[in-house]
């Protein structure tokens, strides 16, 4: 009976997974590290051998001293090395490969805290300590497996690049405030994948973000964080040419170069920052970055889905008309930011023109661009942060990572049936002939819309009436023009006080230019949604 109990377990047991092994710490990491004194002569000729893992004491002599010391690697392999200069009072912290080409530099004391986390020592290196004596120092070496997910100093060329794999996290360090950390990203896109990259934040550091081509390194954009940084919707085919192939006859796609640079006044080497890049599927409208300026918009047709991030992020968007058009936008609020919403034409060579600007909800309200008067052409569409006073300053700092908004535009032919911004003046007023017949908004607060028109010899008395709207107090003025300038108000019409129709009956004009003026007294009133209709007849 007992036999039975004893195989029914054994087979029982033996149904079970096995549990995966403990993790194992590499025997070098575990071994304590080796006490050494300092032995001269030690300098570049005659290097001191001290241990992969050792702590030294030793001293500079005056007036100037340098100490060398070699490390040596087992079977030849590479090791991640974490050095450190404690005590000295005044003293640089230099390393160098096996050829002893130097490969960094760092300061100790002070401010300064004198540490190398990690970097990279194949077959050997070599470790020197510099500067004015006389002064004691103890240096610390402590080499162990390099580990995944790590980086390892030098790193800051194209050929040092720490490679990145698409989902998975790498831990770094801003060495010093001249460090540039280089990462190489390499993926198989598909036509619609885009990236995004994230840097944690280290506190007194603004990172800078800069992607390059794999081909030949050439800076393709740059991202710049407040603390940390956050890039969505990168297009992964910045380096494709034309004919959808890199410039040098490649493949198309492939990854980028990403180098990051943290602004600070020391650098943090003792505060590491993590660096992840995802590869993740984009709605088929949505928006492509860089799109932070004009030359690299983003065409738009009718919908567009976009994010705005890191903070400060602009999202440029192309319109092409072969006519003149009337432009309507509709951008939905995000969460976490507060959004704009322009529309600009194109001016060659100079900056684009602004057409319209519309700023009137806060977070999670939509913005509402009626009905902006675009020429044949390319034109913009302009989402970002609005502005905001903080401490005496204005600034454009919002963001929101998570929630993207939604941007939607519609083009109806410029025929002179709906008004379109810009006509706040009689500058910028369209020239309609009679009988004129349209629909218009008073959006946003503050707009006036003015048209001009002309009148022949012995034409008949006019009547202006225009519409009531529901929420809106409109009124009605009719100026005589000289040249671009209002001569003077020959009648205006605010009968209704509140919503109400607002007319000018039979008025005798004699021959000349005239302008009527659509607004809301005091500029109480507007509306992005209910439109009023202007008869001129």
């Known amino acids: 009976m007992r036999r039975a109990l004893l195989v029914a377990a054994l087979l029982c047991a033996c149904r079970e997974k096995a549990a995966p092994p403990p993790p194992t710490e590499s025997p070098l990491a575990a071994a304590a590290p080796e006490r050494v004194r300092e032995q001269e002569p030690n300098d570049f000729q005659r290097a001191q051998q001290i241990p992969a893992r050792a702590v030294v004491t030793g001293s500079l002599q005056a007036p100037k001293d340098d100490d060398w010391y070699r490390v040596g690697v087992p079977g030849g392999k590479t090791l991640a090395l974490r050095v450190e200069l404690k005590l000295a009072r005044d003293a640089f912290l230099e390393t160098y490969d096996r050829d002893r080409n130097r490969t960094l530099r760092v300061h100790a004391g002070g401010e ?43 790193n800051d060329r194209a050929v040092d690049a720490t490679p990145l794999q698409p989902g998975k996290p790498v831990q770094g360090t801003y060495l010093s405030a001249e460090d540039e950390d280089w990462y190489r990203l390499e993926v198989t896109p598909s036509a619609t994948d885009v990236l995004r990259i994230e840097v944690t934040a280290v506190a007194g550091v603004r990172p800078d973000l800069e992607v390059r081509a ?17 890039v969505r919707d990168l297009s992964l085919h910045l380096a494709d040419s034309p004919d959808g192939g890199l410039p040098d006859g490649g493949a198309a796609g492939g990854g980028y170069y990403l180098v990051l640079k943290g602004h600070s006044r020391r650098g943090a080497p003792l505060a590491p920052y993590t660096i992840l890049a995802a590869v993740e599927p984009g709605a088929a409208d949505l928006e492509v970055e860089p799109n932070d300026d004009p030359q690299h918009a983003t065409a738009l047709h009718e919908t567009a889905t976009g994010f705005i991030a890191p903070a400060g992020d602009q999202d440029w968007y192309r319109i092409h008309a072969d006519a003149p058009m009337v432009l309507h936008a509709e951008l939905s609020g995000a969460d976490r930011a507060d959004l704009e919403l322009a529309a600009y034409a194109d001016a060659g060579a100079e900056k684009p023109r602004l057409l319209a600007r519309v700023n009137e909800g806060g977070p999670r309200e939509a913005e509402v661009l009626p009905s902006v008067g675009i020429p044949a052409g390319d034109s913009y569409v302009l989402v970002q942060a609005a502005a905001r006073q903080l401490d005496g300053k204005w600034v454009r700092d919002g963001e929101d990572r998570q929630t993207p908004y939604r941007l939607s535009v519609q083009l109806s032919p ?90 000018l009956i039979a008025v005798p004009l004699k021959e000349g230019d005239y302008a009527v003026e659509v607004s809301s007294p005091r500029n109480k009133d507007a509306s992005a949604t209910q439109a009023y209709s202007l008869s001129v007849e």
């Open 112 to 154: 300064d805290p004198g540490v190398i986390p990690a970097m990279a020592c194949v077959e050997a290196c070599f470790v020197k300590v510099s500067g004015t004596g006389p002064q004691d120092y103890e240096l610390t070496v402590l080499g162990a497996d390099p580990q995944p997910g790590q980086e390892l100093e030098p």
């Open 214 to 230: 794999l081909s030949d390194a050439s800076l393709l954009a740059t991202f710049h964080g407040a603390d940390a940084l956050l």
């Open 414 to 503: 410029d025929d002179g049936s709906t008004e379109r911004e810009p006509n706040d003046d009689v500058a910028t007023a369209p020239v309609l002939s009679l009988p004129i017949q349209l629909k218009g908004w008073i959006w946003p607060r503050k707009d006036i819309d003015v048209f001009r028109f002309h009148v022949g010899a012995g034409h008949a008395p006019l009547s202006m009436i225009l519409s009531a709207v529901r929420g809106v107090d409109l009124q009605l003025r009719l100026y005589e023009l000289r040249g671009d300038r209002p001569a003077e108000v020959i009648g205006s019409s605010d009968a209704k006080r509140g919503e109400g129709e607002e007319k």
